[in-house]
């Protein structure tokens, strides 16, 4: 099966307009796929330094591999040689300077988030544009329009086709397993988290006990949506908070968690209350908590919740904008809203997820603690639920379907 993905027009078109283009995200997501469908679109020459070959010959001589380039270049997996970094600089520098009206196209790959590898971010900071790819998102399988709808208040009374919510969570993970259905999911990320922790994450840090890490995850994953108690959850994964922030934040490197700040009027706020902690990927989240869809959707209603959630929150991540932010809100006297998407522009929309099929006035509560805080800003209150109707609560308050995501 090929699925033309909606990111390969998007990378195409930063690509006409900027010399280097870095594309980030989480191993297996794509982006080699991507890469090399640019590159036969762009003429660009594919490397990968998933060859040693390769690889061997950019850290021994950085100097000499950069200087080397002739032509239009793809590099894959670039973070897994730091070194020719700098050198590329001085390369792209110097191109701009010789002839700013023909300069090489520079297509770099990685599964680490330059802007967190402060050693490759300054070398490259300013000359070029830096893209992030996800997993697929279910949204690729369709036309949803959810986002500009929501920002625009665009829902009405409608009825929608049955769709059951956990093939839609199966389909909208990496692009190996949405594939291939029959493929046995749990074998594959058991590899995929070995390699992980084995080799990617040892390839740019010098951490050594890897279990320690995947002890890290088991317990994250168990309070995935939950606000975070950082001294609590060292406690739990029995690290100082110093080593707990570290590896918290390689994961985040790498892509394989994120967090949701809190929302405050007062932008000074937002960055000293709790986060909530939330996956890339929601099956391999469940792969890590070791649990089965369907059974814990029939008995353990409140983890099931926790993994929808996680699934609205990386639906929202893959169709969000470089204008748009994500957030969470939560008052002194427990009054929330799991998900507030911001505009640059201050527009935003609350978005509260229930793992029920049916939607009460109650439900709103949070969300209209929200408009209160927000004034003229807020757009739209919206809560996600599992049944089959698109249903107005107010002027800019609606129950609407999963479905619709």
């Known amino acids: 099966m090929f699925l033309k993905r909606k990111s390969l027009e998007k990378a195409a078109e930063i ?5 280097i283009l870095y594309i980030n995200g989480i191993r297996q997501c794509g982006k080699s796929t991507l890469a090399m469908q640019l590159a036969s679109q762009f003429g660009l020459e594919y490397l990968s330094f998933d060859s040693p070959s390769i690889l061997a010959a950019a850290q021994h001589d950085p100097q000499a591999f950069i200087e080397n380039i002739k032509s239009n270049i793809v590099i894959d997996e670039v973070q897994m040689a730091p070194e020719i970094f700098r050198n590329l600089k001085i390369f792209v520098d110097e191109q701009r300077r ?9 297509l770099l790959t990685g599964s680490a988030n330059i802007l967190l590898l402060p050693k490759l971010a300054d070398s490259l900071v300013g000359r070029m544009q830096i893209m992030t790819l996800y997993p697929f998102g279910y949204s690729e399988f369709s036309n949803s329009t959810f986002l500009n709808d929501a920002f625009s208040g665009n829902f009405r009374l409608q009825n929608h086709n049955r769709r059951d919510i956990i093939p839609m969570i199966r389909k909208a993970t990496f692009p190996e397993l949405s594939i291939n259905l029959k493929a046995n999911a749990s074998r594959w990320f058991d590899a995929y988290l070995t390699t992980l ?4 994450i040892r390839e740019i840090t010098n951490i050594a006990r890897t279990s320690d890490m995947y ?31 570290r590896y918290r934040n390689i994961l985040e490197n790498m892509f394989v968690i994120q967090r949701a700040f809190p929302w405050f009027r007062n932008i000074g706020k937002r960055f000293v209350k709790s986060t909530k902690n939330y996956f890339t990927d929601t099956y391999m989240l469940c792969n890590i908590l070791g649990v089965d869809l369907l059974t814990i959707q029939q008995k353990d209603p409140i983890l099931f919740g926790q993994i929808l959630e996680n699934f609205v929150f990386t639906e929202l991540i893959k169709n969000m904008d470089e204008q748009m932010r994500i957030f969470h809100f939560h008052t002194s006297d427990n009054k929330e809203v799991d998900f507030v998407l911001e505009k640059n522009n201050g527009d935003l929309v609350g978005i509260e997820v229930k793992s029920k099929s ?28 599992l049944g089959n109707s698109t249903i107005p609560f107010a002027q800019d308050m609606f129950a609407v379907s999963m479905q619709m995501l």
């Open 15 to 19: 690509l006409k307009e900027t010399q």
């Open 98 to 106: 010789k002839n700013a009206d023909q300069q090489l196209k520079i």
């Open 197 to 200: 922790l084995t080799r990617d």
């Open 215 to 245: 002890t890290m995850l088991k317990i994250l994953a168990a309070r995935t949506g939950s606000l975070i108690n950082e001294s609590s959850l060292a406690r739990d994964c029995n690290m100082n908070l110093m080593t707990f922030r």
């Open 358 to 385: 049916s939607v009460s006035e109650k439900d709103f509560e949070g969300i209209r603690e929200l408009k209160n805080s927000a004034g003229s800003s807020f757009k739209c209150g919206i809560v996600l639920y």
